[in-house]
């Protein structure tokens, strides 16, 4: 755990700039706006180590998975997000010496993230002036980034200053294998105060669309422009100006299109320079970013969540949901969340099962149905890649990617990529968990049907009969503890299928005719659903007082030493210990059993969540980060509600206090939902019955003196308000809605 930024409700700040934290520092001051976004990097040189990031939605290469030796059915490619033009460097002399914060003394540094109005800023004096810095990623304009430099002198003396501002082509990922560019550079071009640059991403092997991404910028200000200069690579637009004491400005605004939106490079040019030429010409910096301000300032009015009396846990929470809406607010079908967003490089692919499992549920409640929507269309618009992925394994039906960014598996771990399959499960819960939060069944009864029924013929033919057990089985996988690989009978990925199939079973005969008829499921394949329905196995046993669900047929046979009892420094393990070490361990990642109970809560009884929990969580490192959260749903559930707080802690200042060590790599993007969902199901217990019946349990952690939060549901806008006299329900939209809180019966 480290945390580097004071505590702000609003803002993310600090008066510190440490060479060993710049990485880190960068991840936490990331900016996106969906279409694009960058990293906390400089805009000027920064000669010692950081990571420079920028990267555009949607914009991918296959990199080559290359492995020992080939098995069948593995992945050609792992989809990878690749750095994109690196369109706001620049580089800043001052007496002719450059402005590198690595080499030269510095003092009053201050770097903060406004959350409220989505704006970073950075402060500092070196050289004899003080330097004040704006930047942000328009969500009014997607296609623009800005960002304005002030020049003071503060000892009295005039300073010659020239900036060189640069678009430049030449980068490169640092995970790439062997040192790959991604990057072609088709045209660059500049003028005085005007330049642009395209770029192609190279030709593949793989029938991957090639992407081509044209960025341009204009600059302004009281800086004299003194000369252009556009090589291969790159373009550079220069100027300078006398700083003494009176504030001279230098801005820059950025313009990005893509052939993802336009058919050719002509057309990409043509809508960039009317971007410049109608949205921004006469619009100035404090406009534009007000336009931009006014946005989140909507955006806070319907998602906010408002804490008292802690003021950590109110900026976590604001974070998070700070960085899920700049990485996706459901303007795109064709995008995702990625689980990096626009932080970082680490991880393939733009879509993982974290968005089923942790993402629709927050955006269900937060954002118009519509959005929910889009993703459930996401997954159906890729439909003939997850028939390619099973049919990969000589499997019948759909099997979704662990890991994609068009619907074939890019992932490059085996025991992740095929045998981590119970994603495909979330992929049919999601289609649930809409219908049941919205009441609008036509999507599962369409489009979603086929999905639906892709699925259950997947797990239809992936099971298998024992006949000495006389029950269907499923062996060689991988659960969503990811520290057991290749383990038969994982009760959670028995369970989701099982569920799937009854689900699937239930919902045929609400199929709508053309469905129906497109997708006919024969009796013989019902009988043989409900077959394995009634005979699924689901390992459960005795432990002690408890009665467990038991993670998989050989996790008993292991020695199971609690997490509290092994020596502090070895943790977290995959940091120490080798992943044969690890493997043999009893030590959960994330809830595993406990990731089906989260699903059903109310399915199951107090007891069986009880046993489960106090048995499993012992044993769990968190070393996932979607694990807190579904830990602090649970121990609210069963009235632990300081084990729900800890974990809340966790879960909403993972990144914030880097609790794995690992912030330094990018933002957990997909888990920031975690948060959200720990005081909303946790914390106020909110739960959606099958009927559509809304209800409540509230408790109010002890620090807290209040905390409230709003909801969409069915038609409604509601405000939950909790704090020690008791819960308020406000309906602020809507027709009246009847719920219960606490058991009792309310009328809103």
């Known amino acids: 755990m480290k945390r580097i930024f004071e505590i702000d ?26 279409y694009m976004g960058m990293r906390g990097m400089f805009e000027e040189n920064y000669s010692a180590d950081h990571l420079q990031g920028i990267y555009i939605g949607g914009v991918w290469f296959p990199d080559k998975t290359r492995v020992g030796w080939w098995k069948n059915g593995y992945p050609l490619y792992f989809g990878k997000a690749i750095n994109a033009l690196n369109f706001i460097k620049l580089r800043i002399f001052v007496d002719d010496r450059e402005l590198d914060l690595a080499k030269i003394p510095f003092e009053n540094f201050e770097i903060s993230l406004d959350m409220k109005q989505g704006i970073l800023t950075r402060s500092f004096c070196a050289l004899g002036i003080k330097f004040d810095v704006e930047r942000f990623v328009s969500v009014s304009i997607k296609e623009l980034a800005a960002l304005r430099w002030h020049f003071t002198a503060i000892d009295h003396q005039d300073h010659k200053v020239v900036i060189r501002s640069y678009i430049d082509a030449d980068v490169s990922n640092e995970d790439s294998n062997y040192d790959e560019k991604f990057w072609q550079p088709l045209k660059t071009a500049s003028q005085n105060n005007y330049s642009f640059v395209s770029a192609q991403t190279v030709p593949n092997n793989f029938g991957v669309p090639q992407f081509t991404v044209l960025a341009a910028q204009l600059v302004s200000g009281d800086f004299a422009a003194t000369g252009h200069h556009a090589d291969a690579k790159q373009v550079e637009n220069d100027s300078e100006a006398i700083v003494s004491g009176q504030t001279k400005t230098f801005e820059k605004r950025i313009v990005v299109t893509t052939s993802r939106d336009y058919e050719n490079e002509d057309a990409m040019l043509q809508a960039n320079q009317a971007i410049f030429a109608t949205q921004l010409a006469g619009q100035s910096f404090e406009e534009l970013l007000a336009a931009h301000a006014k946005v989140w300032t909507d955006r806070w009015e319907k998602a906010d969540v408002e804490i008292s009396g802690d003021d950590e846990a109110q900026q976590a929470i604001r974070f998070n949901i700070f960085q899920l809406f700049s990485t996706y607010y459901g303007n795109d079908s064709r995008l995702n969340v990625g689980p990096k967003g626009f932080t970082g490089e680490k991880y393939g692919g733009a879509t993982y099962w974290d968005t089923e499992a942790f993402i629709v549920p927050m955006y269900l409640a937060i954002a118009d149905p519509k959005v929910v929507r889009n993703l459930l269309r996401y997954r159906y618009d890729q439909l003939a890649g997850a028939y390619h992925n099973a049919k990969e394994q000589g499997l019948k039906g759909a099997l979704f990617p662990m890991v994609t960014f068009d619907g074939i598996e890019s992932h490059n771990e085996w025991e992740i990529t095929f045998e981590e399959i119970h994603r495909n499960g979330t992929i049919a819960f999601a289609l649930y968990n809409y219908a049941r939060y919205t009441g609008d069944t036509s999507w599962v009864e369409n489009e979603g049907s086929e999905v639906l029924i892709a699925i259950a013929r997947f797990w239809a033919d992936r099971v298998f009969y024992s006949p000495r057990k006389k029950v269907y089985m499923i062996h060689g996988v991988t659960g969503p503890n990811e520290y057991e690989n290749n383990v038969n009978n994982n009760w959670y990925t028995n369970f989701i299928a099982r569920w799937t ?65 092994l020596p502090k420094d070895v943790l977290p393990l995959n940091q120490h210990w080798s992943w044969d070490k690890i493997l043999r361990s009893p030590y959960i990642k994330q809830a595993d059993v406990l990731q089906g109970i989260y699903y059903f809560l109310d399915k199951f009884s107090d007891k069986e969540k009880r046993d489960n929990f106090n048995f499993y969580e012992p044993l769990t490192v968190h070393e996932s980060s979607l694990s807190p959260s579904i830990h602090a749903i649970i121990a609210a559930d069963i009235g632990l509600e300081d084990k729900a707080v800890e974990m809340y802690q966790r879960t909403s200042r993972l990144d914030l206090d880097n609790y794995n060590n690992d912030t330094v790599d990018g933002l957990h993007i997909t888990s920031m939902s975690g948060s959200w969902l720990a005081i909303v199901r946790g914390f106020a217990g909110m739960r959606v019955s099958d009927q559509g019946r ?38 602020m939209l809507g027709e009246p809605i009847a719920l219960s809180v606490n058991g009792q019966e309310r009328e809103v």
């Open 9 to 34: 409700p609003w803002k993310i700040t600090s008066h510190i700039l440490d060479k060993t934290d710049k990485r880190l520092q960068e991840s936490i001051t990331s900016l996106g706006n969906e």
């Open 501 to 565: 199939l009854k689900y699937a079973l239930q919902m045929l005969p609400q199929i709508s005719s053309k469905y129906q008829e497109k997708n006919h499921v024969s009796p013989q394949e019902k009988e043989h659903w409900q077959d394995i329905v009634d005979h699924f196995y689901l390992p459960e046993a005795d432990v002690g007082d408890k009665h467990i669900f038991v993670q998989n047929d050989t996790y008993l046979d292991k020695n199971l030493i609690p997490v509290a009892k």
């Open 694 to 731: 809304l209800s409540f349990k509230p408790f109010l952690p002890k620090l807290w003196h209040s905390y409230s939060f709003r909801i969409n549901f069915r038609g409604r806008l509601l405000k939950i308000s909790v704090d020690a006299h008791g819960t308020q329900i406000d309906r």
